[in-house]
């Protein structure tokens, strides 16, 4: 059980690699982990399960084939457009480095 979904399109394989990288190396800088990425040799979809929020991170041609929206229209929807976001530590400054570790 998840409190939230967050489904991101990627232009292509490395616009999901780097959108995963950028996920993972400041939310771990804020202090967040997640289990094992799912997918991430591949690129073509991307799971991060963070215990309440599970992230997808896809292809347009695997959103497309999978279909998420669909799959979950009838749960709410948040409109996010509208949520402050707090600002992420900048991993560069805090750690030193930007790596997937």
């Keep these: 059980m998840v409190d939230y979904f967050v489904v991101v399109t990627g232009l292509n394989r490395p616009h999901v690699k780097a959108i995963h990288q950028e996920l993972h190396v400041r939310l771990k800088a804020a202090g967040e982990t997640y289990r094992k990425a799912e997918g991430a040799d591949a690129c073509w ?16 041609e695997a959103r497309d084939f999978y279909d998420l929206d669909q799959l979950y229209e009838q749960c709410p929807q948040e409109e996010w457009q509208k949520i402050a976001v707090p600002d992420l530590p900048d991993p560069t400054v805090s750690t030193g480095t930007t790596s997937l570790e």
């Excluded at 399960?49 to 292809?59: A, F």
Aim: hydrophobic content about 55%.
């Design 45 to 60: 979809w991307i799971l991060l399960d963070y215990g309440d929020v599970v992230v997808h991170i896809l292809q347009e």
